[in-house]
């Protein structure tokens, strides 16, 4: 169809990818509603890129529960990345983010890379677009991502993945409705009537698009999926069951799927579908011309026809190198118990591996739904990782709540080890939660369990648990003595379990800090090594983190702020957000303590103001900007209001009193 109304907009992507040219990269953001035309703004700007362009194409697609990295995986096949191997040798995503950034700046040309539909991105995607945003300035790549703004949730995530990006290295391009004159120009030739035609869709440029294609004289079809199923109607029978055989998958499909899910011959009747306008060939392949009209045409299957036609989609693919998200896909849509059985547990480590972590919550979720028949003890780890990934993205309520099936279970089974375990577990989830009151009650109980097995990593990880909770309830002896029991059990000597060992040398360190500042300084020395030796990245943060507090606390302030600048640069660079926001809300406390209040004020609100940053991590921030608000006589209820939450289930020293001042 005629591309109308969109000269502008195709100027400001020349334009930005002339800048790009020039080295200086830029992310553009092509938003708008369903329908509106982001795709075909991009095709339209196509034609007018340069030959020497190198241009990447990837997209999300609505797999229900989305493929990790999936635009990643279309880059590597361009490219002919080995992108399994790259994993695997970097050993976590973001090794394998440094890699992807050095292999695009070791091209000579200037790079185009195309990520469409961000709005069913999984987190190690946007994980991955932050990670380049953050490094496109100085760079000749241009970055244009297209999302849905009427999909307000997916939209609003993709803008908190922008969060902490330069402003200066991104834009937004939105895409409006045609205007009257713009669907004039597109409706009159096909005879139709403007009024009722712009009445009817408003100016969405896909439901004009349709009611043109239809050739609708009479009366207009309200809706777009009407428009869809009024010329899938007009149909042979057979060549709508193609049709649907094709709208199962929301990827780009070939001849041979097709045939394989309907089982028989469908050259003729694709070849229909693509006359009509149904479908758009593409190199052999077939996908629909919009997304909107692939779920109209897939929703008005009956439930025998998608569960038969996804039931032979999963025996094609399960022969075939896929990712293991689309087969949860169809085995879910099939009803497939076995298959659901083994391939949602896996398809959540897969994601899990990568940063993806929402998404491997949804296919343990769906693991769980299909579940009923599974033995206890499977049905029990299931929990327990929906608690680990639910815990990641903040979800703690829902992680405890889960931890807590997983032990009544354990318990009912007898499984000591497991339910000692999850009792610790609990306790942490409890802390982070913010019910110091649980948090102990649970952390006591797991060692008193654990305590009847012999020397295990669980009980090891029990005392080192029980002594970061003494260290932040400012008891250092009881911290020393469950710090030194689980050093004692980690070390090299018994169980060598180097990651429990750098937790509890951290703990120990920073609650005897005013006791022996030099003891201490050698423990968290030592932490620090043993997590970048084994690169536990986390423990590395952690040691920032406590060592500039200790700093604080023994009025080092040149060692204090050297420390947390060096801890929030390798945050940055790692994008450990959660550790850097928290380090940073530090930092402004000690800039308030120095009379550096512009410098305090403009740290504290970037961490307060970041909606991505869960409640403990903004508390240090909080308080320091809450003083600081009552030296120069400003308004602070607001904080104070968010400050008291954490008092009300359990007090700590290091929180109470400042909190009191």
Known sequence: MQVVEREPLIASLESLLDGAARGHGKVAIVSGEAGVGKSTLLAAFRPTIADDVLIMDGACENFGVAEPLGPLYDFARQMGWNLAAMLEEAGGFIALF????????????????????????????????????????????????????????????????????????????????????????????????????????????FFVSQLVKSRVIGEIPSSVRHAVLE?????????????????????????????????????????????????????????FQHELGRQAIEQSATILERKAFNSRALAYLSARKVSISKLVHHAKEANDLPAIHTLAPDAAKQASAVGAHRQALRHLEVAVAFSDDLDELSRA???????????????????????????????????????????????????????????????????????????????????????????????????????????????????????????????????TCRRDPGRARSMLGESLEIALDHDYQEHAARFYTNRGWVEMRLFAADAAEAILRRGIAYCVERDLDTWRDYMRGELAELFLLLGRWDEAAALASSVIDNSNAAPLVRYPAAITMAVL??????????????????HKNGRELQRLAPYAD
């Open 98 to 205: 440094f890699e992807i950034v050095r292999l695009l700046d070791a091209c000579s040309e200037t790079i185009l890379i195309c990520v469409e539909d961000a709005h069913w991105a999984d987190d190690a995607t946007l994980n991955l677009i932050r990670y380049l945003s953050r490094r496109i300035d100085r760079s000749r790549l241009l970055l244009i991502i297209t999302v849905r703004s009427d999909d307000t949730p997916a939209y609003d995530r993709l803008m908190r993945a922008m969060d902490g990006v330069p402003v200066g290295n991104w834009c937004e391009v939105v895409v409006p409705r045609l205007t009257k004159d713009g669907v004039t120009t597109l409706v009159e030739p096909a005879g139709l009537d403007v009024d009722a035609v712009f009445s009817a869709t408003g100016g969405n440029p």
């Open 231 to 287: 010329r899938v109607a007009s149909l042979p029978p057979g060549t709508r069951e193609v049709l649907i055989a094709a709208s199962i998958s929301p990827e780009e499909i070939s001849e041979e799927f097709v045939a394989a899910v309907v089982g028989r011959t469908v050259t003729q009747a694709l070849s229909t579908c693509r006359d009509v306008g149904l479908l758009v060939e593409h190199g052999g392949r077939y996908r």
């Open 629 to 646: 608000k009552t030296r120069r006589g400003q308004d602070v209820d607001h904080l104070l209001d968010f400050l008291a939450r954490f």
């Open 381 to 511: 780890n299931l929990f327990a990782a929906v608690a680990f990934e639910s815990h990641l993205v903040g979800l703690m309520e829902r992680a405890i709540a889960a931890q807590l099936k997983a032990l009544n279970i354990y318990r009912n089974r007898g499984n000591v080890l497991k339910e000692g375990d999850s009792l610790r577990w609990l306790s942490r989830l409890s802390y982070l939660a913010g019910n110091r009151n649980d948090a102990d009650r649970y952390g006591t109980l797991a060692i008193e369990f654990l305590e009847r097995l012999s020397a295990t990593p669980e009980l090891a990880m029990a005392y080192s648990n029980a002594a970061q909770l003494a260290m932040l309830a400012s008891d250092a002896e009881t911290a020393e003595d469950m710090g030194r029991r689980a050093i004692a059990l980690a070390g090299p000597a018994m169980l060598n379990c180097p990651d429990i060992l750098c937790h509890a040398l951290n703990n120990v360190a920073t609650a």
